[in-house]
């Protein structure tokens, strides 16, 4: 159809259209004269709305979409607006086949477009959660996705063990992994998806480094992300401090400050690459890279191999069983809701110091901050009220 265009992925929302383009209108319904370019300025701003990561992954539900209505010849005007039956029919076909969160994302592409070009969207919210969740329970095996494995700090010594701090790229990653596992912070925030893609608007430089002391002489390293998941325009801090081990974050980034110096406006983990015809350039840390020599020194000292989003994981277990309160682990990780405990693993250990008999009581009392769990109902259910009542300062 020439509505939908051969086009990149990032750009299937707002370069496929709909057979009705939208009409501007007052709030009684009368038309208003405004011309074309106002129609692309408002699908231009609405697109600044998603991260790129979300465009392409909603573009895969665009075209799953129409490729749904094309096969059985359904005509413009029958798909868009799409009605809760159309919906429901498609959601059917991918039942038993897709994973649930790839269905659910699939629908949120799709609402996507239509509200990008001002299309209506009338759909059943709870049929649609209903097939959503029958979706979900018949879901495939082999599509479930594994548990994150995560990163501890032995883990992370071992490989740290196997860097030179005097290579520049091991000098990168060294001080990539020990500031993204105390920051608790997402790979992505740290390294750019691809060399051409560093833009100082979205990834962290190194003028973007500054240090902060508290009333107590205790100093925190804070690195802002100009761009992040969940704060796109603003922004957001991470923070760490320095550690009393071999991964101690501090030494790591001074290090790599040292060997690499990258300039102020620069990538932060950016280095020095020497090329096999010995031609020397600067690169910026991709999180290709990244990953791959993680990755490729953990198959080499016989370790697990681990993903990127373990790195997160680690932080947030880590922290937990050191004692910190949940909330303060949720403000540390920069998480919005309770969904982090989602991550957790080992929950008697992180646990086992709160439900102590009276014999340990005073100890725990000067040994451990007090810790208020705010987990949502769903999560925890009646054990998770119990948990709210009765973990209170001690």
Not at 235 to 247: C, M, T
Not at 251 to 280: D, T
Not at 367 to 390: A, I, Q, Y
Request: proline content about 5%.
């Amino acid at each position: 159809s020439e509505l939908r265009p051969h086009c990149t992925a990032k750009e299937r929302l707002r370069r496929w259209r709909p057979a009705n383009a939208r009409t501007f209108r007052d709030s009684e319904g009368n038309e208003l004269d405004l011309p074309d370019e106002i129609n692309q300025r408002v699908e231009g701003v609405m697109e600044a709305a998603f991260a790129e990561g979300t465009l392409q992954a909603y573009a895969s539900g665009l075209l799953a979409f129409h490729a749904y209505c094309d096969a059985r010849n359904l005509s413009e005007s029958q798909c868009t607006p799409c009605s809760s039956d159309l919906l429901q029919s498609w959601i059917a076909t991918m039942a038993g086949t897709y994973a649930g969160t790839s269905v659910k994302n699939y629908v949120h592409g799709l609402k996507a477009w239509h509200i990008m070009h001002g299309i209506e969207w009338t759909i059943d919210k709870a049929g649609l959660d209903t097939i959503i969740r029958g979706a979900e329970s018949l879901q495939p095996e082999k599509s479930k996705r594994k548990k994150w494995i995560p990163f501890t700090e032995n883990y992370i010594e071992q490989i740290l063990g196997e860097f030179n701090l005097d290579d520049p790229f091991d000098a990168a990653c060294g001080a990539c992994l020990t500031t993204g596992f105390y920051c608790a912070a997402r790979v992505g925030e740290l390294t750019v998806p691809t060399l051409k893609a560093f833009n100082p608007r979205k990834h962290v430089t190194t003028s973007q480094i500054r240090r902060a002391t508290d009333r107590n002489g205790f100093e925190t390293t804070v690195i802002h992300v100009p761009s992040t998941k969940t704060s796109q325009i603003e922004g957001e801090d991470i923070y760490f401090s320095r550690q009393l081990n071999a991964a101690d974050p501090e030494r790591w980034l001074n290090n790599h400050l040292a060997v690499n110096k990258p300039e102020p406006n620069e990538h932060l983990f950016s280095y020095q690459h020497q090329s096999g015809g010995g031609k020397a350039s600067r690169r910026p840390l991709t999180k290709a890279a990244f990953i791959q020599k993680l990755q490729k020194v953990a198959r080499n000292k016989g370790l697990q191999v681990l993903q990127g989003h373990g790195i997160r994981i680690g932080a947030t277990l880590e922290y937990l069983l050191r004692g910190v309160p949940f909330n303060a682990v949720r403000v540390i990780g920069r998480w919005q809701s309770d969904a982090f405990l989602l991550y957790l693993r080992k929950h008697a250990e992180i646990m086992a110091p709160y439900l102590q008999p009276k014999l340990h009581q005073q100890y725990i009392k000067y040994t451990m901050p007090p810790v208020r769990c705010e987990c949502t109902p769903n999560l925890w259910g009646t054990r998770g009220r119990w948990m709210r009542r009765t973990l209170l300062p001690i």
